[in-house]
């Protein structure tokens, strides 16, 4: 359903590119957006950040892996979605579920606001509607992304239950 839902925005995104100038020409690049602040750490990792009021205390984080089944060898195949949901069973920083524990205990949900989706080029990570009326949310929030993206424990009888799940 996802993927429907993002191929249907994209060619809708398209069309309104498209219907927009008679003059596109295709070697011209898009403008980007400025009020991105954009810039890449010491170790690769390109962030951009930008200010929005809407909705109002609240922040978005997504970590975006370049890395899905178009990676994965034919006796692989389901290897990256299973490494999507194991990122929920422990991570270095967050044992067991303490991820989803966390996050909850401080309003967010499973599913709306903690999410994550593989697809053939990419797997992307989603904690949505972060309240920010403590620091702390957001410290642990990028903290979550980081284990996420480099310290995930798979845990033997953590890959075991999950195996079911993928298959």
């Known amino acids: 359903?996802?993927?429907?839902?993002?191929?249907?925005?994209?060619?809708?995104?398209?069309?309104?590119?498209?219907?927009?100038?008679?003059?596109y020409k295709p070697d011209e690049k898009l403008k980007f957006d400025p009020d991105y602040r954009v810039g890449t750490l010491d170790n690769g990792l390109k962030y951009y950040i930008k200010h929005n009021k809407k909705p109002a205390n609240r922040a978005e984080f997504w970590l975006l892996v370049h890395a899905g089944a178009m990676q994965e060898e034919a006796d692989q195949n389901g290897l990256a979605h299973f490494c999507e949901h194991m990122a929920f069973n422990g991570t270095k920083n967050f044992p067991d579920k303490a991820v989803?524990?966390?996050?909850?205990?401080?309003?967010?949900?499973?599913?709306?606001?903690?999410?994550?989706?593989?697809?053939?080029n990419e797997t992307v990570?989603?904690?949505?509607?972060?309240?920010?009326?403590?620091?702390?949310?957001?410290?642990?929030s990028l903290?979550?992304?980081k284990d996420w993206a480099s310290a995930v424990s798979y845990l033997d009888e953590e890959v075991e239950k999950e195996r079911g799940v993928i298959h």
Do not use: C, H, R
């Open 1 to 23: 359903m996802k993927k429907l839902t993002s191929l249907t925005i994209v060619l809708f995104l398209s069309v309104l590119v498209f219907a927009q100038s008679n003059t």
């Open 100 to 120: 989803l524990d966390y996050l909850q205990s401080i309003g967010m949900e499973f599913g709306p606001n903690i999410n994550a989706w593989t697809y053939y």
């Open 125 to 140: 990570y989603t904690l949505t509607s972060v309240p920010l009326e403590n620091e702390a949310y957001i410290d642990s």
């Open 143 to 145: 903290l979550v992304l």
